[in-house]
Nanobody, 128 residues
Framework: QVQLVESGGGLVQAGDSLRLSCAAS????????MGWFRQAPGKEREFVTT????????YYADSVKGRFTISRDKSKNTVYLQMNNLKPEDTAVYYC?????????????????????WGQGTQVTVSS
């Protein structure tokens, strides 16, 4: 089992930046990838970005490409989401997730069902 705790959400204005953190504990050596998903009110949870734990390869949703950056610090078992040039449509609860499954292609990690551990979520609100 892997436990995840997110932090760093808040209320910002359009164009501002935020950095989310997700600290993992437990059987972290079993993780193959960590990802960020988000869910806005009345909408389904959607993929944001993912990073492979060992190689650090990344993959982004088109909606955040060029604005968001995912990174990891293996020594701290922590993954970060740097969000720049935030837009009102980025408003959502952001969830961190860990996958214990090893896929050849990183785009397999865009599917929520391939993650077995989830954090409690952190609210990001972007005002116009």
């Amino acid at each position: 089992q892997v436990q995840l705790v997110e932090s760093g959400g808040g209320l910002v204005q359009a164009g501002d930046s935020l950095r989310l953190s997700c600290a993992a504990s437990g059987r972290t050596f079993t993780m193959y990838a960590m990802g960020w998903f988000r869910q806005a009110p009345g909408k389904e949870r959607e993929f944001v970005t993912t990073i492979t734990w060992r190689g650090g390869n990344t993959y982004y949703a088109d909606s955040v490409k060029g604005r968001f950056t995912i990174s990891r610090d293996k020594s701290k078992n922590t993954v970060y989401l740097q969000m720049n040039n935030l837009k009102p449509e980025d408003t959502a609860v952001y969830y961190c997730a860990a996958s214990l499954l090893d896929y050849r292609h990183i785009n397999y990690y865009t599917t929520a069902s391939r993650y077995g551990s989830w954090g409690q979520g952190t609210q990001v609100t972007v005002s116009s």
